[in-house]
């Protein structure tokens, strides 16, 4: 059974930065390597649709959202089964929850973790 614990997320000032992260678990990292899957990171704000905002492939190449190009980098260590997000210039715009899963075939999600970005 695949698990994902999101951390990371509070409240920030405009501006300002955070840092999350994604423990992954369950025996299909184990036996296939977290490094074999495609990762995401994903938001969902009050009414609206999860959405994804940053990726990375198997082989390490990154893709954002326009809306986060430039801000957000996404980085991941393979051997702890962990993704990253560096969060830096939030914007109001960016308050939500953030998740992570798989970027093809999304598992059973997580809880997630508020990012509020408010004066």
């Known amino acids: 059974q695949v698990q994902f614990v999101e951390s990371g997320g509070g409240l920030v000032q405009p501006g300002g930065s955070l840092r999350l992260s994604c423990a992954a678990s369950?025996?299909?990292?184990?036996?296939?390597?977290?490094?074999?899957?495609?990762m995401g990171w994903y938001r969902q704000a009050p009414g609206k649709q999860r959405e994804l905002v940053a990726q990375?492939?198997?082989?390490?190449?990154?893709d954002y959202a326009d809306s986060v190009k430039g801000r957000f980098t996404i980085s991941r260590d393979n051997p702890n089964h962990t993704l990253f997000l560096q969060m830096n210039s939030l914007e109001p715009e960016d308050t939500a929850v953030y998740y992570c899963?798989?970027?093809?075939?999304?598992?059973?999600w997580g809880q997630g973790t508020q990012v509020t970005v408010s004066s």
């Open positions: 369950g025996s299909v990292f184990r036996v296939y390597g977290f490094s074999n899957f495609g």
């Open positions: 990375m492939n198997s082989g390490g190449a990154a």
């Open positions: 899963n798989n970027v093809h075939t999304p598992w059973t």
